[in-house]
């Protein structure tokens, strides 16, 4: 069964912004500063929650903490992408999947947190996996966009002061970006609920409170943990979202990842090894919008050598997974 579309508002996408700029930010603070009451942020939480798929959910910073992430793209046999994709999804490994080319293809995101479990997805688990019928795989080199970088920040939900209100302070001095195996029962629940309580929390780790929250402060300053929102892209009136694989001139490879980083519709983009050497994902209204997105701002940037877009049908896991409805 799909998903009924809703139509969210100006307070509705305002409210997503803000959970966006401080994924644990109180109802009292965000309705502090968009100026309506606690109830009324709760409300349209809720509402968001049921009606447009929204949670916040810790993520491990790839990037911040030095691990080896993967692009693939798995060419399937017709009728085993959706049965492969499942079970992709349910390993810890991977972070994104979804179909495309027309229900034929798997394009999903790893983010091994150790060598043994890269060489075991990539050289044992999938070559073996039935139905595959071609590996192509693109080791991510440098991000342009995306991971913390939240993509509603481009529409300018909120002003600048509104957004400074919202930013979580700083923690002095944080230390480098790290992930200590006592963290794990922490980032174990906040990886299903970002916004988790302090007392659920502190059951989880057997620390104080206290403890808990210098902790936790001090994953989010690093860079190693950061907070983000999974919603449907419908509910923000852009349902069409596509892989796009760039060949760039080397030369202009830096160039072109920053411009993409500024285009409103670009979600991410990433410099790779591989078949191409930049991927980005466009999220657009409709497919005459993403048309003359690749005709018009990402055609004219100089050093563009050839794309390729590949539209999903639908996306499997975004952040997390949750099986759809039989």
Known sequence: ???ESHVFDKLDLQVLSALEVNGRASFSRIGAVLGVSDQTVARRYRRLCAEGGLRVVALRDGDALGLDQWTLRLRCVPDSAQTIAEALAKRPDTSWIGLASGGTEVVLGTRARNPGERDDLLL???PR???VLEIRAYQKLHRFFGGPQGWLRKFALLAPDQIEALTPDLVPDPGPARIDPEDEPLLAVLERDGRAA???LQRATGRSESAVRRRLDTLLASGAVFLDSEFDPEAIGRPVYAALWLTVAPA?????GEALASHAHIAHASATAGPSNLIATAVVRNTADLYAYL??????LEGVQHIEATPY???????TYRPRPR
Request: no cysteine; hydrophobic share 30%; aromatic share 4%.
């Open 252 to 256: 202009a490879l830096h160039s072109v």
């Open 1 to 3: 069964m799909e998903r």
């Open 313 to 319: 049908l639908r996306s499997v896991k975004q952040l």
């Open 198 to 200: 302090y007392p659920e």
């Open 124 to 126: 044992s688990k999938l």
């Open 295 to 300: 005709t018009g701002p990402l055609g004219r």
């Open 129 to 131: 996996t039935p139905h």
